[in-house]
């Protein structure tokens, strides 16, 4: 009941068909070892509100799409890249959607937040200052 009152005080978020599609399958495939990311990216999905890609604006944080937000419960604003697990590399700013944070963002706007829990469980705002769009085929490439 906790998890359905709080996805229904979410915000709306968009999503293209291509990421909806290849995130479903990895949240599927990623049920085993990473149950709580996987229930969320799952919930997010079944919530959004899912566009064919070409209608899908251009200021969506979707993959590839690089994010600046703050984290609240920090004060400080990160630039990160939205990527598939394998190519994750903190180092470089390159999250993988597959964690928490990469998983909150997903679907937002620039001045959207979201309530989202950590990895540790506590809820903390995430919100989007901009959303810079990989070109598409550059996308399509990477995914």
Avoid: C, K
Avoid at 20 to 45: F, K, Y
């Amino acid at each position: 009941m906790l998890a359905s009152s709080l996805a229904a005080s979410r915000p709306n978020i968009i999503l293209s068909e291509t990421d909806a599609d290849r995130i479903t399958d990895l949240a599927l495939g990623a049920r085993q070892r990473s149950p709580e990311v996987s229930r969320l990216l799952l919930e997010e999905i079944e919530r959004a509100e899912v566009r064919p890609d070409e209608d899908t604006p251009g200021d969506i944080v979707g993959m590839g799409a690089r994010v600046e937000f703050v984290d609240q419960a920090h004060g400080e604003a990160r630039a990160v890249t939205l990527v598939y697990p394998a190519e994750a590399d903190i180092a470089a700013g390159r999250i993988s959607i597959l964690t928490p944070v990469g998983a909150g963002l997903l679907g937002l706007r620039p001045g959207q937040s979201i309530q989202w829990p950590d990895r540790e469980g506590h809820e903390r705002e995430l919100r989007v200052v901009s959303v810079q769009r990989l070109d598409p085929v550059a996308a399509e490439a990477q995914g």
